[in-house]
């Protein structure tokens, strides 16, 4: 059944932060003020590569009305951060090594004279070679960005032998797939609000995906016990991965505890962009062989990484593209082999996708390409390549039981959309407008992966008011994470909204139940829950027993109270009777790992989301764009906990897509980013998306699964990229391999133009 409003029934509720969201009441962290605030402000280098020589900062620390002017010198602890690998400098001391690096910071006391000061501030560099060319990053010669080289990170795969299954390939089909640099476009920008208390300790009040990594990274720059920091960190005016890698922080931070001040720094939309993080730029070579009867034996992919000038999470996001790359397929002989190179480029980092949205666009349009060779429908050539139910995950390791390709699989080829293809329904009345179908299939892995720390957890506590407490350290940053979880204690334990309150992103507050990333945190809040509910229920009732004398057998948990056994309409006790009855807190805690496969390949990983993404298109031949007229989508991800939720996260993500198809990259030339605002990089709005959009949810799960609903945080953005492409080729028979779609690739002349050149 397609999921919608009306197939959601009583499911379809107002989210708890709804309201506010749509009336603008909803404070922000960044809205935050306080008294006494001064503004902050980082200066940032003009050059993408320079040797940094002196930094005169004498003029700015004279203004008046300016508290501190902050260097490299001025960093008490660890001079650099990073979640993975710590290389990126809070201040540059010798180099810089793109256009976003800080040099130094202002806090004044307005954000007009913070800028002033920066203005002031004198830096001596000496310009150097710019590595824009990641293809180059490697050559002889090329100047070193790190003591180690210019190489991030290289993995890779090997199975069989890929020669001699070429050898025996009837067709090959070669291809280069070159993926952009893709901005987060989040409606709020990095910021925050830096708050240094009398007591020592310091609150950070900041959007981030991991308040206790942030926390623990900025215990080492400030050289503070974690103790004495707190970070605040929801709401999110959205993320994507963006905000997952600290940004502002380590800055605002420095300055408040400078100026025993509270500090506000806030990047305008250029500071977000030349500072912030973008998806990987990637080249994908692939080399793919089948036999006469269109089964792969052979499969060779070769890709190159932009990481930018620093690592963030480039080599993770390296290891999973390497995974995604050989999909859900079977293959006689693989051969994979990854560079993730340093540039004086912008920073690329963690993106909703992580690496999979490159991987399938290549790996999807391999497909159709080969499909094509042999005049195969290129579902069904799919089909025949699909690795069943039970066999391994792309690096041959065990995977937690799963029929969802089969499932979605069959969902797509028995899509109305999908036999609009078979019809050939191109009947438009302008001979320069062809319409076309395409579909892609995904694959994508559920959490962080082997070898990577992977924490999950949290706690229900029946406070003293009565409210029942659900604490998790997830972020919602406007994905419905609040939603979700309300929906999930209503469901699973019979609350009433109204008997709970979501503690969520606090690091005083909340257990550290993991980073709101990899499509993981409806996953391990549903598995929280399923540890909690026995263990938590029980102590409710046992705390009932006491107090109404009745024995728990006859008792269980309803709204708004202890309700009688045998007629559940009865109400026998309040929560907040209970709470004043009970002596001691009511309080329950759960804290595991996200399950991961027993092998030692770091990344690779146990638990996958399947689903199948299929659109129609209309060209322009004249002009060269492409609209795209409806889309269809199923995702085998078990069972649905919040319909808008799923629903916002499948078009939220397909939206995104669509931009990247089509209209969005960050533009640089040597080292420079020649995209600067909104008004140059264009994402879809309203209208580029009002075509019909199903989202057909495949809720089964195979008998005795015990690991639940699987993330669809970042599936509904992987799979539209190659759909379109396919679709394209449908309409006008040209294959196009670099995003975003240039509209010159497509447009003809028109043959009534001809004719008049003929003529004369």
């Excluded at 996001?317 to 480029?345: C, K, M, Q, W």
């Excluded at 009970?582 to 996958?608: C, K, L, M, W």
């Excluded at 980013?673 to 909104?678: D, E, G, W």
């Amino acid at each position: 059944m397609l999921l919608n409003r009306s197939s959601s029934g009583e499911r379809w509720r107002v989210r708890p932060d709804g309201p506010g969201k749509v009336t603008g009441k909803l404070s922000y962290l960044t809205d935050m003020t306080a008294a006494g605030m001064l503004f902050g402000s980082v200066l940032r280098s003009p050059h993408p590569h320079a040797r940094l020589l002196a930094i005169h900062t004498g003029n700015a620390k004279r203004l008046k009305g300016v508290h501190a002017v902050l260097t490299h010198e001025d960093v008490p602890g660890l001079n650099a951060f990073g979640i993975a690998i710590q290389d990126q400098p809070v201040f540059c001391t010798d180099r810089v090594r793109y256009v976003g690096d800080a040099v130094a910071a202002v806090a004044a006391e307005s954000a007009e004279l913070a800028e002033y000061a920066l203005s002031l501030i004198e830096v001596d560099y000496e310009v150097l070679p710019v590595i824009d060319d990641p293809a180059r990053a490697t050559d002889d010669g090329m100047p070193m960005l790190h003591p180690h080289g210019n190489v991030l990170h290289r993995t890779g795969y090997r199975d069989g032998d890929i020669e001699a299954g070429f050898s025996a390939s009837r067709h090959i089909v070669e291809e280069t797939y070159v993926l952009p640099r893709q901005m987060h476009t989040y409606m709020e920008t990095e910021g925050g609000l830096f708050v240094p208390g009398e007591d020592g300790r310091l609150t950070v009040y900041a959007p981030t995906q991991h308040g206790f990594l942030d926390r623990l990274q900025l215990s080492r720059i400030t050289a503070l016990p974690e103790s004495e920091i707190r970070v605040i960190s929801s709401p999110i005016g959205g993320s994507f991965g963006g905000k997952d890698e600290l940004n502002v922080q380590p800055y605002g931070a420095l300055l408040a505890l400078y100026t025993k001040l509270p500090v506000k720094i806030h990047n305008s939309r250029w500071e977000s962009m030349r500072s912030g993080l973008k998806r990987h730029p990637m080249t994908i070579r692939m080399k793919t062989g089948i036999d006469a009867e269109g089964r792969i034996l052979a499969h060779q992919v070769r890709i190159t990484a932009d990481t930018g000038p620093y690592a963030t999470l480039g080599a993770e996001v390296l290891n999973f593209a390497t995974e995604h790359v050989l999909g859900p397929y079977r293959y006689g002989n693989t051969d994979v082999s990854s560079i993730s190179v340093y540039t004086n480029n912008g920073m690329s980092g963690e993106f909703r996708g992580f690496g999979g949205n490159q991987a399938l666009f290549a790996l999807e349009g391999q497909m159709d390409r080969l499909a094509e060779t042999i005049g195969m429908d290129s579902w069904q050539f799919r089909r025949l390549n699909l690795k069943n139910s039970g066999e391994p995950g792309p690096f041959g390791q065990p995977i937690a039981r799963t029929d969802g390709a089969s499932q979605v699989w069959n969902a797509l080829a028995d899509a109305t959309i999908w036999k609009e293809k078979a019809k050939d329904s191109n009947c438009s009345r302008e001979p320069w407008i062809q319409t076309g179908v395409g579909a892609a299939f995904i694959m994508h892995g559920s959490g962080l992966g082997v070898g990577i720390p992977d924490p999950a957890g949290g706690r229900l506590t029946l406070a003293p008011d009565g409210k029942i407490e659900a604490a998790f350290s997830y972020e919602e940053f406007g994905q419905g994470l609040l939603a979700t979880l309300e929906l999930m204690l209503i469901e699973q334990f019979g609350f009433a909204a109204e008997d709970l309150r979501l503690v969520i992103g606090d690091t005083d507050a909340v257990p550290n139940s993991g980073s709101s990333t990899a499509s993981r945190a409806t996953s391990m809040m549903w598995k929280s829950l399923q540890n909690l509910r026995p263990i938590f229920t029980k102590r409710l009732l046992d705390c009932a027993e006491v107090m109404l004398g009745i024995p728990a057998s006859q008792l269980q948990v309803g709204p708004g109270g202890i309700r009688e056994g045998n007629n559940p309409t009865k109400l026998l006790a309040s929560y907040h009777q209970l709470a004043i009855a009970s002596d001691q807190p009511i309080t329950s805690e759960t804290e595991f790992h996200f399950p991961t496969s027993p092998v030692n390949r770091i990344g690779a990983h146990f638990i996958y989301t399947f689903a199948a993404a299929a659109v129609k298109v209309e060209v322009n031949t004249l002009t060269g764009r492409v609209r795209v007229l409806d889309q269809f989508h199923t995702v085998a991800a078990g069972p649905v906990m919040n319909p808008q939720g799923y629903l916002g996260q499948i078009e939220g993500g397909s939206s995104m897509a669509l931009g990247y198809t089509l209209t969005e990259e960050a533009l640089m030339a040597g080292g420079q980013y020649l995209t600067k605002n909104l008004d140059t990089y264009l994402i879809p709005t309203l209208s580029d998306v009002r075509g019909r959009l199903e989202v057909l949810p495949i809720e089964e799960l195979p008998e005795g699964d015990e690991y639940g609903p699987r993330g669809i945080g970042e599936i509904g953005s992987v799979g539209l990229a190659p759909a379109i492409i396919s679709a394209v080729h449908d309409a006008v028979g040209k294959w196009v391999c670099k995003l975003p779609i240039d509209p010159a690739e497509l447009q003809e002349r028109p043959s009534f133009a001809k004719k008049a050149v003929s003529g004369r």
